[in-house]
């Protein structure tokens, strides 16, 4: 079982930046691939990125290539989403997953999720 936290969300302007943290529980975060979602007002939940378990390995949803940067710490047991250059329709609710077998953009190649985190960009 992995239990995961999202924080690091909140308000901010339109060219602004935040960073995201999840923080797992558990003594085998380092053997989950992560992956960061996000679900807009309306819209169905999208991949945003992914990194393998150790990771050396991500892929990045078209919308935010070269704009986010995902990344993991595994002593902190803790993956994190930097957000730069954000745009209005970055705004969603950001949620972080687990998977014990291997990365991937589908919200079913994930076994767990946290509970999520507001980002909200204005114009």
């Known amino acids: 079982q992995v239990q995961l936290v999202e924080s690091g969300g909140g308000l901010v302007q339109a060219g602004g930046s935040l960073r995201l943290s999840c923080a797992a529980s558990g003594r085998t975060f380092s053997r989950y691939a992560m992956g960061w979602f996000r679900q807009a007002p309306g819209k169905e939940r999208e991949f945003v990125a992914d990194?393998?378990?150790?990771?050396?390995?991500?892929y990045y949803a078209d919308s935010v290539k070269a704009r986010f940067t995902i990344s993991r710490d595994n002593a902190k047991n803790t993956v994190y989403l930097q957000m730069n250059s954000l745009k209005p329709e970055d705004t969603a609710v950001y949620y972080c997953a687990a998977s014990a077998h291997y990365s991937g953009s589908k919200e079913g190649d994930y076994e767990y999720w946290g509970q999520g985190t507001q980002v909200t960009v204005s114009s």
């Open positions: 990194i393998s378990w150790a990771g050396g390995n991500t």
